[in-house]
């Protein structure tokens, strides 16, 4: 049998070690300069000045939702009990963070192409509801477009428009309409998780659409302490108006993402390349249902996902083949701290029993996905 060909695996930059060994031996390991230097960097690369690092994208999630509670300009600030219409197809990560936050999930069906469907979420939209939490399953993009047409509709029936937190876990190095996710004027978030495209050891980002919400992010991230300003003993703070949390990144973690931030878009074309031979290779293949492809949208092929008939037959015959596939992430409605949110989502239900991934990352050589493809065409 033929070796394994993991799912996922973690890439590493042969300098991150030697960086980051310098950051231990220098006595701060703490928030500093390395995490300003990659802030910088992913300032550049996202075309937004307004980006903040903390250490995961639940953070990040979680403190996208706090921010919100606060009213300013037209935005009247989240209450306990309002609505987040989300998506059950992700990570969990992304969702606890809106029960944590003392607030409700509306369930939006999706489409057959994994991501959110964006005709039920308008019919979903009522005067409670204060954000749409999206997800870009498989780095592939929802119609932000569309989106944005369902925000002016909100604005015109209730007299504001519903927040959009963009989760990015999977995305990083992904495009709408030429233009990077984290650049439409949206909340994002980002992973830089340990299997991601970009990984940080662990890690995220907060990608903010204005001054204001970064300014308080930026305390908020850390207690609520200004680090910048405080002229007082700074382990003896000056005053906190505004309680915050203790999700920021370290120098340490900073200090792999600079590394590995250097060598991620030879990453990110092997996914891409590897994605774009999938959908050339299975097209017609018995059994198999490729998603659909819109010339708007440039995925970065985290995952490369489709659906397959009879899935369990399919996953043994992968095993036997030395291919590791998987569902990767189970729908989040199913678990008893969501049932009072249970709803009926149709084509969620006609699609998950069928959803696989395989194989697509930096580490798939041709010859591997070659032979991939070569075992999924003689059928299971």
Same mark, same amino acid.
């Given at each position: 049998?033929?070796?394994?060909?993991?799912?996922?695996?973690?890439?590493?930059?042969?300098?991150?070690?030697?960086?980051?060994?310098? #950051?231990?031996?220098? =006595? !701060?390991?703490?928030?500093?300069?390395? +995490?300003? %230097?990659?802030?910088?960097?992913?300032?550049?690369? *996202?075309?937004?000045?307004?980006?903040?690092?903390?250490?995961?994208?639940?953070?990040?999630?979680?403190?996208?939702?706090?921010?919100?509670?606060?009213?300013?300009?037209?935005?009247?600030?989240?209450?306990?009990?309002?609505?987040?219409?989300?998506?059950?197809?992700?990570?969990?990560?992304?969702?606890?963070?809106?029960?944590?936050?003392?607030?409700?999930?509306?369930?939006?069906?999706?489409?057959?192409?994994?991501?959110?469907?964006?005709?039920?979420?308008?019919?979903?939209?009522?005067?409670?509801?204060?954000?749409?939490?999206? #997800?870009?399953?498989? =780095? !592939?993009?929802?119609?932000?477009?569309? +989106?944005? %047409?369902?925000?002016?509709?909100?604005?015109?029936? *209730?007299?504001?428009?519903?927040?959009?937190?963009?989760?990015?876990?999977?995305?990083?190095?992904?495009?709408?309409?030429?233009?990077?996710?984290?650049?439409?004027?949206?909340?994002?978030?980002?992973?830089?998780?340990?299997?991601?495209?970009?990984?940080?050891?662990?890690?995220?980002?907060?990608?903010?659409?204005?001054?204001?919400?970064?300014?308080?992010?930026?305390?908020?991230?850390?207690?609520?302490?200004?680090?910048?300003?405080?002229?007082?003993?700074?382990?003896?703070?000056?005053?906190?108006?505004?309680?915050?949390?203790?999700?920021?990144?370290?120098?340490?973690?900073?200090?792999?993402?600079?590394?590995?931030?250097?060598?991620?878009?030879?990453?990110?074309?092997?996914?891409?390349?590897?994605?774009?031979?999938?959908?050339?290779?299975?097209?017609?293949?018995?059994?198999?249902?490729?998603?659909?492809?819109?010339?708007?949208?440039?995925?970065?092929?985290?995952?490369?996902?489709?659906?397959?008939?009879?899935?369990?037959?399919?996953?043994?015959?992968?095993?036997?083949?030395?291919?590791?596939?998987?569902?990767?992430?189970?729908?989040?409605?199913?678990?008893?701290?969501?049932?009072?949110?249970?709803?009926?989502?149709?084509?969620?239900?006609?699609?998950?029993?069928?959803?696989?991934?395989?194989?697509?990352?930096?580490?798939?050589?041709?010859?591997?996905?070659?032979?991939?493809?070569?075992?999924?065409?003689?059928?299971?």
């Amino acid at each position: 049998m033929k070796i394994p060909i993991p799912l996922f695996k973690v890439y590493m930059s042969p300098s991150a070690k030697q960086e980051a060994g310098k #950051v231990l031996d220098s =006595g !701060y390991i703490g928030q500093g300069q390395k +995490v300003e %230097e990659f802030e910088k960097l992913l300032k550049e690369r *996202f075309k937004n000045d307004y980006v903040l690092t903390t250490n995961s994208a639940t953070s990040a999630e979680h403190l996208a939702l706090h921010l919100l509670k606060k009213p300013y300009g037209n935005w009247p600030g989240i209450q306990d009990g309002d609505e987040v219409l989300a998506t059950p197809l992700t990570c969990t990560a992304s969702n606890w963070p809106i029960l944590a936050n003392n607030l409700k999930i509306k369930w939006v069906d999706i489409n057959e192409n994994l991501t959110m469907d964006l005709d039920d979420l308008a019919r979903k939209i009522t005067p409670k509801t204060k954000a749409i939490m999206l #997800v870009h399953w498989g =780095g !592939y993009p929802v119609d932000l477009d569309r +989106v944005r %047409e369902i925000q002016n509709q909100a604005y015109q029936n *209730f007299g504001f428009k519903p927040a959009v937190i963009e989760d990015c876990a999977h995305a990083f190095g992904s495009t709408f309409k030429g233009q990077p996710l984290g650049s439409h004027g949206n909340i994002c978030t980002f992973s830089f998780q340990a299997i991601k495209h970009l990984t940080c050891v662990d890690g995220g980002a907060l990608v903010l659409p204005h001054e204001e919400l970064y300014n308080r992010g930026k305390l908020l991230r850390w207690y609520g302490i200004n680090r910048e300003t405080n002229k007082k003993d700074f382990r003896c703070e000056a005053d906190i108006p505004e309680w915050g949390f203790k999700f920021h990144m370290n120098d340490v973690n900073a200090s792999v993402g600079i590394e590995n931030l250097k060598e991620v878009d030879k990453v990110l074309e092997t996914h891409k390349d590897n994605g774009r031979y999938y959908d050339e290779a299975l097209k017609g293949v018995s059994g198999v249902t490729l998603l659909e492809r819109d010339a708007r949208m440039d995925s970065a092929f985290w995952i490369y996902s489709f659906l397959v008939e009879r899935r369990q037959d399919f996953m043994d015959y992968m095993k036997t083949c030395g291919i590791m596939v998987s569902q990767v992430h189970e729908r989040n409605d199913i678990h008893s701290c969501v049932r009072e949110f249970k709803t009926i989502l149709p084509t969620l239900d006609k699609v998950c029993p069928h959803l696989i991934s395989i194989p697509v990352g930096w580490w798939v050589t041709k010859e591997d996905r070659e032979y991939i493809a070569e075992c999924i065409k003689k059928g299971w």
